[in-house]
């Protein structure tokens, strides 16, 4: 997992790159524009899959300041494991020209929520055993560093890579029942895209309209 993790940053990196260079050289006619406050759009990566997200850049400090907002809720389905994915992140940018596009870091708070079922659990007791389900939660909550570029225009386009920071377990342990057995479990966390031993991988595209 660790290497499919590696390897979708390298990817996300290569894209940054090549198209921050691009965007420098733009720069200058960037600035003769005139300044968007309120930004709506999509992003598509990891941890977020596909989320709805808003920023609002403040009519103070030259327009450095940018506060948003992301939210997804997605179902996914693996092999004995269903589970709701709810993402929701909410910080601020600081954009390095005056526009409220550009280059940017950002800090935020990240919260991961899962509903998880486990499917194929096995009940026994001294008369039988029986394979049911249980379900459990997990909640994640993460201090995210970011760098991105968003360009400038009524359509724009962005990327972000970083990291966040949190205590993620190893993996989860729940009590369940079927037909009047109880029994503790213990399972893996399942393979959420982007969740690593140290945290999360923070790495997507976005698109939308600015006005």
Known sequence: MKKNFLTTF??????????????????????????????????????NLASGYAEL?????????????????????????????????????????????????????????????????LFSNTLQSLFGSGSTKLNLDTTNFKLGLKTAGTVFFRFELGYGVGNIPDSLKFIASLDGITESFTENIPPIPGLGTGGILIGNIGFGLSF
């Open 57 to 121: 850049a403040l009519p103070i400090l030259n327009n450095h300041f940018v506060p948003y907002i992301d939210y997804s809720k997605i179902p996914l389905n693996f092999e004995s494991v269903e589970t709701t994915i709810a993402y929701t992140e909410y910080g601020i940018n600081y954009y390095f020209n005056k526009k409220a596009n550009g280059f940017f870091i950002g800090v935020g708070k990240g919260s991961l929520s899962t509903d998880i079922t486990f499917t194929n659990l």
């Open 10 to 47: 390298l990817f996300l990196l290569t894209i940054f790159t090549s198209f921050a260079q691009t965007e420098l050289s733009k720069e200058e006619n960037r600035d003769s524009l005139k300044v968007k406050h309120l930004s709506i759009g999509l992003k598509l990566g990891i941890p």
